[in-house]
């Protein structure tokens, strides 16, 4: 008999993930990496899908943080709007096919780049009045 030894939790709202900080120092690392390459960088197939992997559940974890965020500020705050309009973005870029190619490994490390860019717009903008 095969038991188990890990435990599934049943986080619908993010509240885990929302006290745990991103480790973005080394995502940022590996974005300007993949945006350095040329197309004479060869690396197999799988690595670029390795690669690609790791960029896309990075962006989906910076993106539930401008989610979050935008979701403090007011209904009608023109940050809150921007930042519904990038997250719809994202969501399609993110249901596009993962290719093993140097061009879709940079696609996703610019959209890593650029929802951490909104993130800290967000962090920027004035805290909403509390009332």
Same mark, same amino acid.
């Given at each position: ?15 885990? +993930? ?21 197309? *004479? ?7 670029? *899908? +390795?690669?690609?992997? +790791? ?9 539930s943080d401008v989610r979050r965020r935008a979701n403090q500020l007011p209904k009608n705050s023109g ?11 994202? *969501? ?13 490994? +940079? ?21 909403? *009045?509390?009332?």
């Amino acid at each position: 008999m095969h038991t188990s030894s890990h435990t599934a939790l049943y986080d619908p709202d993010g509240l885990i +993930q929302a006290e745990l900080p991103l480790a973005r120092e080394p995502h940022e690392s590996l974005v300007k990496a993949v945006l350095a390459w040329t197309d *004479e960088d060869t690396l197999v197939v799988r690595d670029y *899908e +390795q690669i690609g992997l +790791q960029l896309t559940g990075h962006a989906r974890a910076v993106a539930s943080d401008v989610r979050r965020r935008a979701n403090q500020l007011p209904k009608n705050s023109g940050h809150r709007a921007l930042a519904d309009v990038v997250l719809r973005e994202t *969501e399609g870029r993110l249901s596009a096919t993962l290719e093993g190619t140097v061009h879709c490994a +940079q696609n996703r490390a610019r959209l890593v780049r650029a929802r951490y860019e909104r993130l800290d717009r967000l962090e920027a903008a004035p805290a909403p *009045e509390s009332s």
